[in-house]
């Protein structure tokens, strides 16, 4: 069993940076990929960034690339989602998860991934 837990979120204006953190108290998390998704107001679950159980490879959503940046510390047990430039358009509730197998042709899929975190909110203000 893989216990996850968001925290990092909060309100910002555009422009400004935040960094989520993905923490787990299970020794099994570091085997894991793990993946960040979002879902805003009246949307849809939506992936963001994903990572390896190693760091890499490592995949982002068309929307976040080049601003947001997806790490891991095996020995904390812990996978970052650095969020920079952020837009009013990333306002969401970010969701960590974790997988056994990083799927290279799913990794996207919200399907794709066991364990899920409560979330943690983002707000940005134009």
């Known amino acids: 069993q893989v216990q996850l837990v968001e925290s990092g979120g909060g309100s910002v204006q555009a422009g400004d940076s935040l960094r989520l953190s993905c923490a787990s108290s299970?020794?099994?998390?570091?085997?894991?990929?793990v993946a960040w998704f979002r879902q805003g107001p009246g949307k849809e679950r939506s992936f963001v960034a994903v990572?390896?159980?190693?760091?890499?490879?490592?995949y982002y959503g068309d929307s976040v690339e080049g601003r947001f940046f997806i790490s891991r510390d095996n020995t904390k047990n812990t996978v970052y989602l650095q969020m920079n430039g952020l837009k009013f358009e990333d306002t969401a509730v970010y969701y960590c998860?974790?997988?056994?197998?990083?799927?290279?042709?799913?990794?996207?899929?919200?399907?794709?991934?066991?364990?899920w975190g409560q979330g943690t909110q983002v707000t940005v203000s134009s």
């Open positions: 299970g020794s099994a998390f570091s085997q894991y990929a």
């Open positions: 998860a974790a997988s056994p197998v990083l799927s290279l042709a799913n990794y996207f899929r919200t399907g794709e991934y066991t364990f």
């Open positions: 990572a390896s159980w190693t760091g890499h490879p490592r």
